[in-house]
């Protein structure tokens, strides 16, 4: 049985499939869907407009390719302070604390090395020159950070796309699982959080993706709690004098690091947890795998 | 490059703060910490020391800090006169009173006893996100002496928190009240006349200022060197009121060195000292600690010291350790230290005989033992054995005093010990 329906704002599907509602949506340029543990169209409409609508506030909220928005005018206003309001306020300092976690690798004003970084094949590599001339706009460092205000040196900009995407889905877990009694599965672009098990005691599964094969599940993985995230993309490298590139740009470089695997999928008590140690074990290169034994979490890493 | 560390721990609580999830320690506690400290010197003073430390987190990362001392101490230390072959009368501080010192033996001031109680507040708080700002209150107040200070000092985190550097000052205000009022410098105690003490006023005071620069710097994960850099001046009262010095008999004789009179100490009224210290910290793969300071201190008096710490924290099971440590210390005399001044010299200016500005070493040597497994409670218990030495029988002795132990030795055992709790 599947039900299509059409809201006005923001789109989504509901259908019925095996026990399962599942709500589809698009978000963050990612297809998205919510799995319910229940057959209630009525409160898939419900979870459907919560979660939705939670994604969709935090992408127009946050997004660095939305105009006017809060990211846009730190943005454009170098050498001013803007306002942060605690939402805000929340994440930049999180931002931060990871920066110093990572001894600088997670940096989220290494943006704009997408400027000469096209990952599409029909783009050159960039000269070190273009390179050299990037990097003294780079490194969180050197923006003024007081409680509630941030000031951008001129040149400088911020990308919150690196934790947006599983911050949200931690939001959007934690709206759903206050609210509603079945389980409930949320992934926006493959970053995935649950609510908890499902009624039957069984557990969700599931399907990692294999890069290679795109549309096809290559292992399946098996949640009982808490959340997985992935980093990486098995179609986005730079062949260059013979060295595969992934698209994992190390801030300190401004180049791709090198031996990264082809993707990592960790799991973590929150998705916001499972995401940056996932990115940060992609910029370990060839030292991925000794970094996540250590972090002691589950992961899967794909080369 | 390589990350080495376990981030998940500090992670989630970074993201549990951004999520708005409760974490482990939501509501914040008062970290207590206690002690008690028993001090004693063989034949000497000896000193108790209960002390009581409180700490809360009132916000992210701001700390009100609070500690309350006390210190009672009894017995008696050296006067600084010299022994002599017969009995010695001295007059007590008060000048109400006399004391008799047997022959050959040390002189001290026997009526020495006071309480100190002292309460100081600290208040740690960032002021940027890698800015920190410590503003503190001390205020002490023994039997004769009573002092208030206050301190700033900034810290500032760089290159990515493995530099900091630290800046800070410190003003102090002391009264000095001594017991019958100050003695006039250079004055003859002399128990026979009356009065027999002279007096110079009831109140003294002085200030002292302090300027710290500080640099600490993280190696690696398991490194650390600090540097620090203090600059200190005193002005005012900076005499002890009970200490005095032999004027001895010069003359070839019988009596040669025997005392003939004691002058109150008179030393110069501004100090200023700078002090250079640095230590460097290892923990060890097995994650035992490895801490080796040195600290090397200048004044304007002439006492040049140097000051070397090794200690060794060995870690046991179950959150038990046990650390071993020694301490040297040596120290050149003050310009206008004098172990005695000879009868007929002109009296100098400014002269003591306290032991604590002369020549000496010190060594401790001790070992703490203790438990530190879990933050809720721990205890440690600390016993030290500390040697003081100088020159007891220098070359300037004369007649009688070349018989006299002129520099005896103290000896102290220190026992304390620690608990701490969260409340």
């Known amino acids: 049985m599947v039900i299509e329906v059409k809201e006005s704002m923001p789109d989504f599907s509901i259908s019925i499939d095996n026990r399962i ?195 096809q599940a290559s292992s399946m993985l098996k949640m009982r709690r808490g959340a997985i995230a992935t980093s990486g993309d098995a179609n986005r490298y730079i062949l260059h004098r013979g060295k595969r590139y992934g698209h994992i740009l190390n801030p300190k470089t401004g180049w791709p690091v090198e031996g990264s695997p082809r993707s990592v999928t960790v799991g973590a008590d929150t998705c916001t947890d499972a995401g940056i140690i996932a990115t940060l074990a992609m910029l370990q290169g060839k030292y991925a795998e000794e970094f996540l034994e250590r972090q002691g979490l589950k992961y899967h890493c794909h080369r | 490059m390589q990350l080495k560390r376990k981030l998940t721990g500090a992670l989630s609580l970074a993201s549990c703060s951004l999520l708005g999830l409760p974490t482990a320690q939501a509501e914040s506690q008062w970290d207590i910490e206690t002690a008690v400290m028993y001090y004693s010197e063989k034949d000497r003073v000896t000193a108790i020391e209960p002390i009581l430390g409180m700490k809360k987190e009132l916000s992210d990362d701001e700390f009100l800090k609070l500690k309350f001392t006390l210190d009672s101490l009894t017995g008696a230390s050296a006067s600084g006169a010299v022994p002599s072959t017969q009995v010695q009368t001295f007059s007590t501080p008060s000048g109400n009173d006399t004391y008799v010192v047997a022959a050959n033996e040390t002189p001290l001031d026997p009526t020495f006893f006071d309480t100190r109680a002292q309460f100081s507040l600290g208040w740690d708080k960032p002021i940027k996100r890698t800015l920190r700002r410590n503003l503190g209150f001390n205020i002490s107040k023994e039997y004769d002496f009573t002092s208030i200070a206050g301190n700033a000092s900034w810290t500032w985190d760089t290159n990515l928190r493995n530099t900091s550097y630290t800046i800070g000052a410190n003003i102090e205000l002391d009264w000095i009240e001594p017991e019958g009022g100050a003695p006039l410098p250079l004055s003859s105690q002399d128990p026979d006349s009356s009065p027999p003490i002279l007096r110079d006023g009831d109140s003294k005071q002085k200030q002292v200022y302090d300027l710290l620069l500080g640099v600490t710097q993280i190696i690696d994960r398991s490194s650390l060197v600090q540097f620090n850099l203090s600059l200190s001046l005193a002005d005012g009262y900076l005499n002890d009121p009970y200490k005095l010095v032999s004027v001895v008999d010069s003359t070839a004789g019988p009596n040669e060195g025997e005392p003939v009179d004691q002058i109150y100490e008179n030393r110069p009224d501004t100090r200023q000292r700078s002090a250079l210290y640095s230590r460097y910290k290892k923990q060890l793969t097995n994650r035992d600690i490895f801490s080796i300071s040195y600290r090397f201190m200048s004044d304007d008096w002439g006492i040049d010291s140097h000051t070397v710490d090794v200690s060794y924290r060995w870690r046991l099971n179950n959150g038990y350790f046990i650390q071993p440590g020694i301490r040297y210390y040596e120290q050149s005399a003050a310009h206008f230290y004098r172990y005695f001044l000879l009868d007929g010299d002109a009296i100098p200016g400014t002269v003591t005989a306290d032991y604590r500005l002369g020549e000496l070493t010190t060594q401790t040597i001790g070992v703490k033992f203790g438990y530190s497994g879990n933050k809720n409670n721990n205890w440690s218990i600390r016993l030290e054995r500390y040697t003081q030495s100088g020159e007891s029988h220098p070359d300037v002795a004369i007649g009688q005093l070349v018989n006299q132990n002129l520099y005896p030795d103290v000896d102290a055992t220190i026992i304390q010990f620690n608990y701490a709790f969260l409340w």
């Open chain 1, 21 to 215: 509602t599942r709500i589809r949506f698009r978000c963050m340029a990612s297809p998205c869907e919510v799995l319910i543990d229940s057959q209630d169209l009525a409160l898939a409409h419900e979870i459907a407009a919560c979660a939705v609508g939670e994604a969709t506030r935090i992408e127009h909220k946050f997004s660095r390719y939305l105009d006017g928005n809060l990211i846009y005018q730190i943005n454009h206003s170098p050498g001013e302070f803007v306002e942060l309001d605690a939402e805000a306020d929340r994440l930049i300092a999180f931002a931060f604390q990871c920066y110093d976690l990572s001894e600088g690798l997670f940096d989220i004003t290494s943006g704009i090395l997408q400027k000469i970084w096209r990952f599409d094949g029909k783009h050159p590599v960039p000269t070190q020159r273009q390179v050299d001339e990037l990097l003294p706009f780079i490194g969180l460092d050197r923006i003024s950070y007081d409680k509630k205000r941030l000031k951008l040196p001129e040149g400088m900009q911020i990308d919150l796309g690196g934790i947006g995407k599983e911050y949200a889905v931690d939001q959007i877990t934690g709206l759903l699982r206050n609210q509603y009694k079945p389980g409930i599965l949320i992934n926006l672009g493959g970053d995935i959080a649950i609510t908890g098990m499902r009624q039957s005691g069984e557990q969700w599964f599931i399907g990692i993706e294999d890069p290679d094969r795109s549309q």
